[in-house]
């Protein structure tokens, strides 16, 4: 007989669940740190992601202030250059003016009016004329109430002007040298973006920066590969932005189509109906017919009226814009009198059957009068040039370098800005405790759970791209309204198309897109070691 095979033992109920049980704490230890790993690359990507939007912000508002320093630049010299030319249009009315004055004079009073003239005026032969008629009334007393005022108004404006010039000159000079200096200020300021940051004046571009984001600096003060590329293309744009403009000297210039000329032929076009071609019905304040009437030659009856036939004046820039020269003439033709006297007079003829009045037409021509004046750069030499005048000619003044009138925006200013990793909040750097960042040194992910940035240069770089544009002005009313254009040459101006220039103060500052090509450099000199 075989013994009995003995029974299985009984486990006790719940046994197997507690050896299960220990089993579950692995995963939850596993899932607990990929949650803890998963949190720090969504805190690291989000600090960073954070950070590259705050230094963005940061790198386009400098390139932004650095538009917006070029823009009042160009704007400055623009007012300082339409200043300059109405102040020559105002020394061309002192010009005028005193010319004016001395036609007045040379024609109602017996005096040569401050010069001596190829010819003295029609007083004399007005005078003349008037005495043949005796007792001519009004004629005679009208030539003495002309001498009276004529004469006190020509040595009044005479003695006037020259100092008016002299002021304006100066004002001309200071306005020439200030929107130059205004100008190579500002490009200087935008230069001081390729130094280091320091306490004595970094540039506004830095200044900008650094007030956006303490820990943000230029880029092309680096190290290494991205400091080149930084510094290479500032550099680029700094040249490109010197070459946009120019300055030109309008002294000795050869013609009135040379390049320096341009700002003649914006004061010839901008002068005034007084300076561009005078005409009696103008300016002429006086009667311009004398009449007498009386004994004709002490022997009978008649009358005679004078009155002008002609006057022309106008006032001139030389073509080397040294000399304002202004003549007034009443001869403008060349071929007719300044004044006519026209008349009748009656003489009586005695014959055996008494005596026969016998009209006789009078039409005498007067001698033109003219006269100039004029000022010259470093000349005060009588009889023409305005007494105690001091002019110096047209003034060196800024403008666009191409006059084809195809630019109608500045270079672009693009600038790189750079925040080292360690400025960065991220796990690495909490544990660090650098810049400030977790100064208690308290390691929250350290050993294995540090996440390093691999870049080459250990730098977070943006660049940012701005550019001074014009906006010109199109005087279109639609519905009401004044309606304003950038780009194309359908703006117009009274008809005529508006160009950029400095002589039109209508420059803005905007953010443009950084080149691809420069984003790609930058991004290459970023990563590599």
């Given amino acids: 007989m075989t013994a009995p ?44 992601v954070a950070t590259r939007i705050h230094l963005q ?19 400055f010299a623009a007012y300082s250059n339409r200043a300059m030319v109405a102040n020559q249009v105002a020394i061309a009315q002192m010009v005028g003016l005193t010319s004016w004055a001395r036609y007045y004079c040379l024609i109602y009073t017996d005096a040569e009016c401050s010069g001596p003239f190829s010819t003295f005026g029609t007083a004399d032969e007005i005078n003349t004329l008037l005495d043949l ?19 006190p108004l020509e040595t009044g404006i005479n003695s006037a002007t020259g100092p008016i010039v002299t002021v304006l000159n100066t004002i001309e000079q200071t306005l020439s040298l200030a929107s130059r200096a205004y100008y190579t200020a500002a490009l200087a300021d935008l230069a001081l973006s390729d130094l280091p940051y320091n306490s004595v004046d970094p540039g506004v571009m830095w200044r900008v920066l650094r007030a956006t984001d303490g820990n943000a600096q230029m880029a092309n003060v680096t190290l290494g590969t ?6 290479g293309v500032t550099a680029v744009s700094l040249a490109r932005i010197y070459k946009f403009t120019k300055t030109y000297n309008p002294a000795g210039a050869s013609s009135t189509s040379d390049p320096n000329n341009r700002f003649h032929n914006v004061v010839m076009s901008s002068r005034d109906a007084f300076d561009k071609g005078r005409s009696s019905a103008e300016v002429l304040p006086f009667d311009t017919l004398i009449s007498a009437f009386g004994d004709c030659f002490g022997d009978g009856v008649g009358g005679i009226d004078v009155f002008s036939t002609g006057y022309s004046g106008s006032t001139t820039l030389s ?27 009656v003489i009586n003829i005695p014959t055996p059957i008494g005596d026969i009045p016998v009209p006789i037409p009078l039409i005498v021509p007067v001698s033109p009068a003219q006269s100039w004046a004029n000022v010259t750069a470093g000349t005060k030499t009588a009889p023409y040039t305005l007494k105690n005048s001091t002019y110096s000619g047209l003034q060196k003044y800024l403008d666009v370098s191409n006059l084809k009138k195809s630019d109608y925006s500045a270079p672009v200013i693009t600038i790189f800005a750079a925040r080292e990793q360690n ?6 750097q909490l544990e660090a405790g650098t810049q400030g960042v977790n100064p208690q040194h308290v390691p929250i992910a350290g050993g294995n759970l540090a996440l390093t940035d691999d870049e080459g240069h250990q730098l977070m770089t943006v660049s940012a791209s701005s550019q001074v544009y014009f906006l010109r002005p199109t005087y279109v009313s639609y519905n009401g309204h004044f309606v304003t254009e950038v780009g194309g ?19 803005e500052a905007h953010l443009v897109p950084t080149s691809p090509i420069t ?11």
């Avoid at 940061?58 to 823009?71: I, M, N, R």
């Avoid at 033709?333 to 300044?338: E, I, K, N, T, Y």
């Fill in 5 to 48: 095979k003995p029974s299985p033992r009984r486990q006790p109920a719940g046994a197997g669940f507690a050896r299960a049980r220990g089993q579950a704490s692995v995963f939850v230890v596993i899932v607990a740190a990929i949650l803890v790993i998963a949190a720090l690359l969504v805190y690291n990507s989000g600090r960073a």
């Fill in 57 to 75: 912000n940061a790198a386009d508002s400098a390139a932004y202030s650095g538009a917006v320093e070029l823009a009042r630049a160009y704007n």
């Fill in 133 to 151: 008629f005796s007792g001519g009334q009004p004629g005679i007393d009208t030539m003495k109430a002309y001498k009276a005022i004529t004469g």
């Fill in 226 to 231: 991205i400091g080149a590329a930084g510094e």
């Fill in 319 to 345: 073509t080397d814009n040294k000399t304002w020269t202004t003549q007034n003439s009443a001869n403008p033709l060349g071929d007719f009198s300044a004044f006519l006297a026209a008349g009748v007079c």
């Fill in 423 to 428: 400025t960065i909040a991220t796990t690495q």
């Fill in 489 to 507: 040459l359908t703006n117009s101006l009274g008809g005529h198309t508006l160009y950029a220039s400095l002589f039109s103060p209508y420059w």
């Fill in 519 to 529: 984003k790609s450099a930058v991004l290459s000199a970023e990563i590599a070691p």
